[in-house]
């Protein structure tokens, strides 16, 4: 069986990130695998621009921030196949994949990297009610129709959703001429970034209604309307307020899950808010050598954000490769009041490491507080703090103690 | 003008298997289905049960067709390459009242022939299937489950391989007879001509057998809604688990395992005007999470990846209201017609037992010789996701199209995408990709394949961009380019 | 006057109390960074966007190739450009950094493509 020190599932943003660092780290013999035909993953259709303001302090569009990254991977030698799906990862890493060119292939890895990235949630997993006609997709599904492949979804758009995909391709189906009706949004609050409302609907008078879904999808060949409704606290629909509204087109933004089959494959554990593997703040896995960051980790707000997780995992997938062994981390990190969920869920107490959260709702004038056995490690005052941005706080070593679990909380 | 020896009026399971069973004579035999593909409807909308046949009369068409069906069917499977699992079934009771009614169906599966039912405790069901709910049941161990959208394509692709011929979009809209005794058809594709003409048009059988001369059927459409669970759920279900029957002798919702590893939830059960509307509602997904839940232990909203519903049509008496037997039925004072009407549940089971039926029918009127060509044998698009690793490299080494995955959460590969494509019956539509291989029935849902398998419908078969279907009839996909001007 | 404005400069997406009279801004609140204080003013005086969409590329492994501008344009010059974008063709190979249009209709503002394309 071929053997690889390191073989990264997916060559998105994430992979790419991690596999230049690893690469920088003196890990020489790194394969990159990609199921599609060209590395980059999703960002090859976000043609929109506002990436990279973090990363290269300027706002490139999706396929130039991707590229940047992809140049530097050909220069520096990385092995990649692309046109390649991995099948089965074992819980000892040995990766089975499919391609075209190579065949099957069963690899053993020292360490494997998930990158694997997020897919989108369905209608299916709504169970919205109504007919099944042509004309009902996902926002991503659209945007890989029109911005990739030259086709025209629709014309008469309603949008299901106010994530920020959805908001994107508002904007982007109105520039092509498409009419977008409105965004209809179940929870009281957006849970697209607000600039996003702003340059994507504002701008085009798209109008973002709160508190509404779509409770009946007609049309039995091709969409011909959706019928949606208010919703009271607890999202159910309030009867008497139902509307129809003509469309042939519904686009759905309802939501991203890490996609983690092959994860599970492997044996990793799922925590069932991030829908991502439980890690410690080495980006690894319950497994000891599989390592996961990006958006198959927990879905980031913006990729700035993908590619700094993936180096911070590169250096420990490095050093684990490298020294043999990592700092055990046997301390939890457990999300109390008012956040939705934290990464890493474990830690060693010893070490410097990124917190990344979301809240649960829209707070104002709020602290995120950060505790072990009850003793304030961290505050940080925001402003305010909202469910679509993920909060990142920087933890010092010198704060922590090695021997108490730890709670974050936003008061 | 067309002219065949037989017209089918409807490509589902039954007029498919008329189809095939009618291409062991020498017969020309034409299909016409008005949908895009043979398994839209009914065929396709249904729990895919292999029904063992305790629940009928004894000597009713239902009991007869189910239990001759039941016991042929490992056979059948292995022909036609439909996938096919014998996993008996569990018929779950909690109450005093249940356990009566269970044991009454055992007696009756016992008079109607169905082998080996018996009545079991908790202890023995936990030994079945842990996640079943229910007290005690029936473990009837003759029941399986089956792929009816490739049940339904394998007997007509069989039919196709044996000489009929499919028209598909092509809806029957008036019938007449000449002096020969033949019929001529009217359909939304032009005229057809026939000495015989079998009615299985399943929601419409009353309409058609109207139309044909034979009036005064009435069919009821009782529509069901189901939800299809993950294979994270699938992995906890053993068998179909269903409730004991109604008063009514009607199944409620139940759980069964698929073929492919997931789960149906459902169906429930109302009468509608529409058999041909498969909208859901919320009202009745509500219920089937309550009423699944009671089935199976696992049913949870983070499992839905579907919802779909679909319609039985049950001939009713028009005077009473009572729902009746399947009517087979061939009368002397309209000659040349084989009617079927109110062929509902059991009719998957029974389609093979019900076009024995038919043609033998035409047999008596007509001395038909056999066809020396027939050959039962259909072989399905070989899977990848099946096949054992060694076989999976080779199949990649001999057509590197089965190393490129195209669905990623069910593994299907571009070469069983391509073989859909070219299917024989000629559909050409987004679903009928998917029925044939599986692509976008995972848990994305096409997020990941449906732009792929739209690209390639385009490539191989040379379609405009608005000329791709979803489905039946002017379900456009696309409404043209984003940029104008020459297109590659 | 008084109005909230929703900052696009950044990601974080800062609210910001202005208070303005005319076109002159008065006090801002809630702006994290100096950006914030000229978004404001700039949204009285002159609204500005960027845009990215596509262009026909013929000849490539893709039909379409993606555009951005390298300069904000005035809003309400938005379907205008878009107008000028969607005549376009390219032939691959098309490189990042191509220019498209050079100062789309006199606005100071190059249509660049965004996406290497090779040629079939």
Request: a neutral charge; hydrophobic letters at 35%; one cysteine or more.
């Given at each position: 069986m071929t053997h690889k020190q390191a073989i990264i599932v997916g060559g998105g943003p994430a992979g790419l990130a991690a596999a230049l660092r690893l690469k920088e780290k003196g890990v020489n013999d790194i394969l990159i695998l990609e199921r599609e035909k060209l590395l980059g993953g999703i960002l090859r259709q976000c043609i929109h621009d506002g990436f990279g303001l973090t990363r290269f302090g300027e706002s490139l569009s999706g396929p130039e921030y991707a590229q940047r990254f992809i140049d530097r991977v050909l220069d520096a030698g990385i092995e990649c196949i692309t046109d390649c799906t991995v099948l089965d990862i074992t819980p000892d890493k040995v990766v089975t994949a499919a391609s075209r060119e190579h065949g099957l292939m069963q690899l053993q890895a020292d360490v494997v990297l998930l990158t694997m990235g997020c897919r989108e949630r369905t209608r299916g997993a709504l169970a919205t009610p109504g007919t099944r006609p042509a004309g009902v997709y996902t926002a991503g599904v659209a945007q890989n129709y029109i911005n990739l492949q030259n086709i025209m979804v629709g014309r008469e758009v309603v949008i299901l959703g106010s994530g920020d995909i959805g908001l994107i391709m508002a904007r982007r189906m109105t520039l092509e001429g498409a009419h977008v009706k409105g965004v209809y949004e179940v929870q009281p609050y957006p849970s697209g970034l607000p600039r996003n409302i702003e340059q994507c609907l504002n701008d085009y008078h798209i109008p973002l209604h709160l508190s509404h879904t779509v409770v009946d999808i007609r049309g039995r060949e091709r969409l011909t309307s959706v019928v949606v409704a208010q919703c009271d606290e607890r999202f159910r629909p309030i009867p008497g307020t139902e509307e129809e509204i003509p469309c042939d087109t519904l686009i759905l933004s309802v939501g991203l899950i890490p996609e983690n089959e092959l994860s599970l494959a492997a044996g990793v554990e799922l925590d069932a808010r991030t829908r991502g593997a439980f890690v410690d703040e080495h980006c690894q896995t319950m497994v000891p050598g599989i390592f996961a960051a990006g958006n198959v980790l927990h879905v980031h707000d913006l990729v700035d954000f993908v590619s700094l997780e993936a180096e911070a995992l590169a250096d420990s997938a490095a050093e684990y490769l490298l020294q043999g062994s990592l700092p055990a981390c046997p301390l939890e990190v457990k999300a109390g009041n008012n956040v939705g969920h934290v990464i890493p869920q474990r830690i060693s107490g010893t070490r410097d490491f990124t917190l990344s959260l979301r809240v649960r709702q829209p707070l104002v004038n709020v602290s995120v507080v950060v505790r072990q056995n009850g003793r304030e490690v961290l505050r940080k005052k925001m402003r305010k703090a909202l469910p679509a941005e993920m909060i990142q706080l920087p933890v010092k070593a010198a704060k922590l103690t090695d021997d108490a679990d730890m709670e974050v909380c936003v008061e | 003008m067309q002219n065949y020896d037989v017209i089918i009026i409807g490509g589902g399971a039954v007029g498919s298997a008329v189809a095939r069973e009618l291409t062991r004579w020498r017969l020309s035999v034409a299909v016409l289905e008005k949908e895009s593909d043979v398994c839209t409807q009914t065929s396709g909308r249904n729990t895919g049960m292999l029904h063992a046949g305790f629940l009928y009369k004894p000597g009713s068409l239902k009991a007869q067709c189910a239990v001759e069906g039941n016991a042929e069917f490992d056979q059948v499977a292995r022909e036609l390459g439909v996938p096919f699992k014998r996993t008996g079934k569990l018929i779950v009771g909690f109450t005093e009242e249940d356990k009566a009614r269970l044991e009454y169906f055992i007696e009756r599966g016992r008079i109607n022939g169905v082998p080996g039912m018996e009545l079991i405790d908790r202890k023995r069901m936990d030994e079945i299937d842990p996640s079943a709910g229910g007290n005690f049941a029936i473990h009837c161990p003759s029941s399986g489950i089956l792929d009816p959208f490739i049940y339904t394509i394998a007997l007509a692709e069989n039919a196709v391989k044996n000489g009929a011929k499919y028209h598909l979009y092509t809806e029957v809209t008036g019938v007449d007879r000449l002096d020969d005794g033949r019929h001529v058809l009217h359909t939304s594709q032009g005229d057809f001509s026939c000495r015989w003409v079998v009615n299985s048009a399943g929601l419409n059988s009353a309409k058609?057998?109207?139309?044909?001369?034979?009036?005064?059927?009435?069919?009821?459409?009782?529509?069901?809604?189901?939800?299809?669970?993950?294979?994270?759920?699938?992995?906890?279900?053993?068998?179909?688990?269903?409730?004991?029957?109604?008063?009514?002798?009607?199944?409620?919702?139940?759980?069964?395992?698929?073929?492919?590893?997931?789960?149906?939830?459902?169906?429930?059960?109302?009468?509608?005007?529409?058999?041909?509307?498969?909208?859901?509602?919320?009202?009745?997904?509500?219920?089937?999470?309550?009423?699944?839940?009671?089935?199976?232990?696992?049913?949870?909203?983070?499992?839905?990846?579907?919802?779909?519903?679909?319609?039985?049509?049950?001939?009713?008496?028009?005077?009473?209201?009572?729902?009746?037997?399947?009517?087979?039925?061939?009368?002397?004072?309209?000659?040349?017609?084989?009617?079927l009407v109110g062929i509902e549940s059991p009719g998957l089971t029974s389609a093979l037992p019900i076009a024995r039926r038919v043609v033998n029918m035409i047999r008596e009127r007509e001395e038909l010789a056999p066809n020396p060509d027939f050959d039962p044998i259909r072989r399905g698009i070989t899977r990848f996701h099946e096949a054992s690793r060694e076989e999976q490299a080779k199949l990649i080494s001999e057509n590197p199209d089965y190393g490129e995955i195209v669905c990623r959460c069910e593994?299907?590969?571009?070469?069983?995408?391509?073989?859909?494509?070219?299917?024989?019956?000629?559909?050409?539509?987004?679903?009928?990709?998917?029925?044939?291989?599986?692509?976008?029935?995972?848990?994305?849902?096409?997020?990941?394949?449906?732009?792929?398998?739209?690209?390639?419908?385009?490539?191989?078969?040379?379609?405009?961009?608005?000329?791709?279907?979803?489905?039946?009839?002017?379900?456009?996909?696309?409404?043209?380019?984003?940029?104008?001007?020459?297109?590659? | 006057m008084k109005r909230t404005f929703t900052c696009i400069v950044c990601p974080n997406g800062c609210e910001i109390e202005a208070e303005y009279e005319g076109t002159e801004v008065l006090t801002v609140t809630g702006n994290l960074c100096p950006k914030g204080r000229t978004y404001v003013t700039q949204e009285l005086v002159d609204p500005r966007r960027t845009i990215a969409t596509s262009v026909r590329v013929t000849g490539g492994t893709l039909p379409l190739v993606s555009v951005r501008l390298t300069n904000a344009i005035p809003k309400d010059r938005i379907f205008d450009v878009m107008r000028e974008i969607n005549g376009r063709t390219l032939t691959a190979p098309t490189h990042i950094g191509d220019i498209v249009i050079k100062n789309i209709l006199g606005l100071d503002s190059d249509v660049i493509v965004t996406k290497n394309i090779q040629k079939v």
């Open positions: - | 058609v057998s109207a139309m044909l001369g034979i009036p005064g059927y009435v069919i009821q459409p009782v529509k069901g809604e189901y939800f299809v669970l993950d294979k994270k759920a699938g992995a906890f279900a053993k068998i179909p688990v269903y409730p004991a029957p109604t008063a009514k002798f009607t199944f409620d919702t139940h759980a069964t395992p698929t073929v492919d590893g997931n789960v149906l939830v459902g169906p429930n059960s109302f009468n509608v005007e529409d058999g041909e509307d498969y909208s859901v509602r919320q009202v009745g997904m509500d219920g089937l999470q309550e009423s699944g839940a009671r089935m199976f232990k696992h049913m949870k909203r983070d499992y839905y990846i579907r919802t779909f519903a679909g319609a039985r049509p049950k001939r009713i008496d028009p005077a009473t209201g009572e729902v009746q037997d399947f009517l087979i039925e061939c009368r002397d004072d309209v000659p040349g017609v084989v009617n593994t299907i590969t571009r070469a069983e995408i391509i073989a859909a494509i070219h299917n024989p019956l000629g559909v050409c539509t987004v679903n009928g990709i998917k029925v044939r291989t599986r692509a976008s029935m995972g848990r994305c849902q096409g997020g990941y394949c449906e732009t792929r398998i739209t690209a390639m419908i385009r490539e191989e078969l040379k379609k405009a961009v608005t000329d791709v279907r979803l489905t039946n009839g002017d379900s456009y996909m696309f409404t043209g380019y984003v940029k104008g001007g020459e297109q590659a | -």
